[in-house]
């Protein structure tokens, strides 16, 4: 394993969490909760931490947990990591969320049964990556119940060398990093890649699932403490659209070349859309398809990326895809980035 798996695995968001105010009922109110979380895991999977501490001032009722950042409900399939690298575009330390107990908003959030709920949304989200990279998820379906039982245990309790073991029999490769001191040596193929020379002679050599959080904006900022906010979830573009690499001989395939191919209608020269991708926009479900994608290309003529962020760290575009893959990717084989745009004020959609 990598020294930067390693630091994924390890790495966690030190958070305070308060109780929301219509639900103490105790003078005075209890303090904030202290919570070290990982960034791999799921905010639901705090709940067992956090009712304790709170559990004497808590009014009578059926617990229905949630969290909020400044108001806003988070959603709790996305990581823990992915929501502070999109909310906190100037790093918040220590985060702090407010926990409620009651009114759960079930017209912005899915229901969530607790780690039942999160298990299962890990085990979906598997076997859609297995199905973008090996062209179906027959060995995520097949996985022994102990096997299954030993892999999420991994993720809850961090342990990569155990992950590293299970998630070894679904045989899910991504490609060979091109960091490595064999640069000209050829990727991994797929088994749903054919290896076939497109019409620019590049070869396309395997699928990399993404999940991608498009947030866009049209005020120019330097800093990061002076960019506007994301208040509401409508701001957010949710795109979930597998990356096709390629590779040419004397070239590699970099992060730039990646959000460019991910998001074509903000880059003219790259116009295209893959037929057959899963777009989820403006928060909308998995599974809606975005309206005609060709007929918005020439909405912004000019896209200036901002910044790209995968696991609290924004890379340089120029980097090799293959690293940040085979190095940056969540448990579940989905590769997580958080794009920020700036785009002309008449193409924000």
């Known amino acids: 394993m990598s020294s930067a798996q390693k630091q994924v695995w390890e790495g966690a968001i030190p958070l305070q969490i308060h109780l929301h105010e219509s639900e103490v009922t105790t003078l005075p109110p209890p303090p904030p909760a202290l919570v070290l979380a990982p960034r791999i895991g799921y905010l639901p999977l705090l709940i067992s931490l956090v009712k304790p501490h709170f559990s004497s001032t808590l009014p009578p009722g059926l617990d229905t947990v949630w969290f909020d950042y400044k108001g ?4 709790w399939y996305i990581p ?11 790093p918040e330390r220590p985060w ?5 107990f009651r009114g759960y908003p079930s017209n912005i959030l899915l229901p969530c049964e607790g780690e039942d709920s999160v298990k ?11 199905y973008v990279i090996n062209g179906n998820s027959k060995n995520v379906m097949n996985m022994s119940q102990p096997d299954q039982v030993e892999l999420w245990d991994s993720v809850l309790k961090g342990n990569l060398e155990t992950y ?17 001191e064999n640069v000209s040596s050829v990727l991994i193929k797929s088994p749903q890649s054919t290896g076939d020379t497109d019409v620019t002679g590049q070869v396309k050599t395997g699928r990399i699932p993404v999940r991608l959080y498009l947030w866009t904006v049209t005020e120019e900022f330097d800093d990061f403490e002076d960019a506007p906010q994301i208040d509401n979830w409508d701001k957010v573009s949710y795109i ?20 460019k191919r991910i998001l074509p209608e903000y880059f003219l020269e790259n116009s295209f859309v893959i037929e057959g991708d899963t777009n989820i926009n403006q928060s909308g479900e998995e599974g809606e398809r975005s309206s005609d994608p060709g ?3 020439n909405a912004a003529e000019i896209a200036e990326i901002k910044f790209v962020r995968i696991q609290g760290i924004e890379p340089i575009l120029d980097i090799p895809f293959s690293w940040v893959v085979n190095n940056l990717i969540n448990p579940e084989y989905f590769l997580h980035m958080c794009v920020c745009l700036k785009v002309k004020a008449n193409a924000v959609q």
């Open 72 to 75: 806003l409900p988070l959603k």
């Open 164 to 180: 590293r073991r299970v998630a070894s029999k679904l045989k899910l490769g991504t490609s060979e990093d091109e960091y490595t």
């Open 96 to 100: 702090n969320l407010t926990v409620h």
């Open 120 to 130: 299962w949304s890990f085990i979906n989200s598997l076997k859609e990556a297995a």
């Open 295 to 297: 007929s918005s290309c």
């Open 240 to 259: 979930n659209r597998p990356v096709e690499l390629y590779k040419e001989d004397g070239k590699y395939f970099s992060l730039n070349d990646a959000v």
């Open 80 to 90: 823990t990591g992915v929501l502070f690298d999109l909310l906190c575009v100037e």
